[in-house]
């Protein structure tokens, strides 16, 4: 296709980049130095796991970075015109969706242990769980305590963000980057009340399958929150630099479609795992 029917069509070829090829291989040292790390493999009477962890994790915000920086000249360039934006917003709804269905099969195998307690096609179930839920033995974590502020930080942290998109619209760029800001530090704040609740949760990981399926479901989205959160923080960092305007500004409004999703996951967790899951249940 050659530029002139490119730019007729209203598409856009962008360049060979290295960054599909060098993110793959920042990936696999990052999964490799994860199995060596979690595994304690030794090599040569050494633990290279998590220095390859390291390398590997470097190597992917490297490569995030470098695309972004990419992705943002070809806007600056003109490239993103009306279709290739409707395209860019198509793939980022198709990859949040891909995400609602990776919190469905936590929240599968969650109900599915919680409701079944003591189905006889699990092996062991009804022994671990005593045909209860929560199991006998576990003393859940009471929602109305941790939980119930998060929740309130979160959902709350949802309209600062939709603030933002507002004054921005409305080009002003002070209230945007305040409310932004403010968007960012409550994420932030989320994750360190869920962290505190980890290290005093009255259960753990591997004693019981209350245990991992509780904090798989809550564990990923806590890792998605610090992505979303960073996501945001970068869009802040380019509004500082002057970038985003009431035309032009798909980045933000990604991060943002990004947060509202985190913020339904959370309350559907708050609602099954941590108020239904605990009814008449032991609290710490």
């Known amino acids: 296709m050659t530029e002139a029917q490119s730019s007729h069509e209203g598409f856009h070829l962008v360049e060979p ?61 003109g490239h993103h015109n009306d279709r290739v934006s409707r395209g860019l917003s198509a793939g980022m709804l198709l990859f949040i969706a891909s995400e609602v269905m990776f919190f469905v099969a936590w929240f599968w195998a969650y109900f599915n242990s919680s409701l079944f307690t003591a189905d006889t096609a699990q092996y062991g179930r009804e022994a671990f769980t005593g045909g209860l839920w929560p199991p006998k033995g576990i003393v859940a974590i009471d929602p109305w305590r941790l939980p119930l502020i998060n929740t309130a930080i979160l959902v709350s942290s949802s309209g600062v963000v939709t603030m933002a998109h507002e004054a921005l619209n409305k080009n002003n760029r002070a209230a945007f980057m305040r409310y932004l800001a403010l968007t960012v530090v409550m994420g932030f704040l989320f994750v360190a009340i869920q962290a505190y609740e980890y290290a005093h949760a009255p259960f753990a990981f591997a004693n019981s399958i209350y245990g991992s399926t509780f904090f798989m479901a809550t564990g990923f989205h806590g890792a998605h929150v610090i992505i979303g959160a960073i996501f945001l923080s970068v869009c802040l960092f380019r509004a500082i630099g002057g970038g985003f305007t009431p035309r032009q500004h798909l980045g933000f409004l990604f991060a943002e479609w990004y947060w509202h999703f985190v913020d339904v996951v959370w309350i559907f967790l708050f609602s099954c795992i941590y108020i239904w899951g605990t009814w008449g249940a032991t609290m710490e």
């Open 17 to 77: 980049s290295p960054w599909p090829i060098v993110g793959a291989f920042f990936a696999f040292l990052t999964a490799l130095g994860l199995i060596q790390w979690m595994k304690a493999i030794s090599i040569a009477g050494m633990r290279p796991g998590g220095w390859v962890l390291t390398l590997g994790v470097a190597g992917l915000l490297f490569t995030f970075a470098g695309w972004q920086r990419d992705v943002v000249v070809e806007s600056h360039e």
